[in-house]
């Protein structure tokens, strides 16, 4: 199997990237606009996660109801999520029905409602996230890892806090939909079967005179503490430990990527044998690589009773030290099957490969083909992956903590 990988940029600013699967009967795609938490204002955390679920709730010549019918009746399994720099739509369905897909989402970008009597229900929605994470401590955890690790507002979290969420208004949702949601930094990616002139065709006519915004500016702020503790009485604790590591368009981000897997992805990586499987300490335990455009992080997890917290957080910091004195030969073996594994299912997947080539381009302008990051992946050494390492060790440690009491950290700090 062979990809075809094509690109546009319109006049207005949006890219559409595509990738042919004519071995697959279904086509999916992948929205990406730039209307993330970075741009929301001060003591407003939440806005853009607001904003989306009122975006969802009619356009164009569909009301809420008519917008789920009429996408139900195309068979498409479609999401929206908010991150950091941007809202994401996606969706999947049989290829003849992309067209269609593609004109209600069209729709959803640029003529929603917003409708005013429905802001309370979406706020119900808002605050039912938040409730969410508050019965969830390890994504509590994590989220507030993120917070602290990177300077605000990169670590801000889509749920957003209490308190912005009550006081939000309709106006202020407008405003940030009016100033956010516009095609110039907006990328369309595309897998599957499809006619690539009439596909650019179809979104040319969807989006072609979608008008441009003005590019915002971030201003950057600082980051958070180094060591902080949520107090919770509980018979668990929960960790979350982020360190350096370089950014997805980074040369070297594969090898740095071959690294945290051997550290923390799967039940023969390094903090699952040590610190589950050989001590018993936690129930569960990885390690995840995270990209911002021009910076990254290593964010790291587990969670444990109480009195056996101390002792995690003491090995997880010790088999982090010990990872930057380099990995070995049947580690590295291990993680290609693995990754192999996944790049095979990706060419299964209409879905996985719209997202992955929207992200590439996001942060490459270009994307890599399946068969180049196979190759890639068979040229990691661990000579290679060590000698980024002996560069790149981990060490700087953001570590938070959520239990009955705080711990104590002796190692890993600036």
Not at 47 to 53: A, N, R
Not at 109 to 130: F, I, K, N, Y
Not at 342 to 361: F, K
Not at 362 to 368: A, C, I
Request: charged fraction near 25%; aromatic fraction near 8%.
């Amino acid at each position: 199997m062979t990809e075809a990988i094509h690109s546009h940029q319109f006049s207005n600013g949006l890219v559409l990237v595509a990738e042919t699967m004519p071995w697959v009967d279904s086509a999916a795609f992948t929205l990406l606009v730039p209307a993330g938490c970075i741009h929301e204002p001060a003591k407003r955390g939440g806005l853009s996660g607001f904003t989306c679920e009122m975006v969802l709730r009619g356009a164009g010549p569909r009301d809420s109801r008519q917008f789920v019918d009429d996408l139900d009746n195309l068979g498409v399994e479609w999401s929206e999520a908010v991150s950091t720099a941007r809202t994401s739509f996606s969706g999947a369905t049989l290829a003849d029905n992309l067209p269609g897909a593609l004109e209600i989402f069209a729709d959803l970008v640029r003529r929603p409602h917003l409708p005013a009597d429905q802001l309370e229900a979406a706020r119900l929605v808002m605050q039912q996230e938040l409730r969410a994470v508050e019965d969830e401590p390890a994504q509590k955890v994590m989220i507030e890892a993120q917070r602290h690790y990177y300077p605000d507002p990169w670590g801000r979290p889509s749920q957003g806090e209490e308190e912005a969420i009550r006081a939000i208004d309709i106006g202020e949702i407008r405003r940030h939909f009016e100033r956010h949601y516009h095609p110039n930094g907006a990328i369309l990616g595309i897998a599957g079967r499809f006619d690539w002139p009439a596909l650019k065709d179809t979104v040319e006519r969807l989006l072609g005179d979608w008008a441009p915004g003005r590019e915002v500016s971030i201003v950057e702020g600082r980051r958070g503490k180094t060591i902080a503790h949520i107090e919770q009485e509980t018979k668990q604790t929960h960790i979350g430990i982020a360190y350096d590591t370089v950014p997805y368009c980074d040369p070297d981000y594969f090898q740095a990527w071959g690294a945290v897997g051997v550290l923390g992805s799967g039940m023969s990586s390094r903090l699952f044998t040590e610190v589950r499987e050989r001590r018993g300490l936690c129930y569960h335990v990885d390690a995840s690589y995270h990209s911002l455009l021009d910076r990254a992080g290593v964010f790291c997890y587990a969670g444990t009773s109480a009195e056996r917290a101390q002792e995690t957080l003491d090995v997880m910091t010790r088999v982090l030290a010990e990872l930057g004195r380099g990995i070995e030969v049947g580690e590295l073996d291990r993680l290609k099957a693995r990754i192999k594994s996944g790049l095979i299912m990706q060419q299964e997947s209409s879905t996985a490969r719209s997202s992955m080539i929207a992200v590439d381009w996001y942060h490459l302008n270009r994307v890599r083909t399946l068969d180049e990051v196979s190759q890639i992946v068979d040229g990691l050494t661990p000579e290679s992956i060590n000698s980024y390492l002996a560069k790149c060790p981990p060490g700087d440690f953001t570590i938070v903590t959520l239990g009955p009491s705080p711990l104590e950290v002796t190692v890993g700090l600036s």
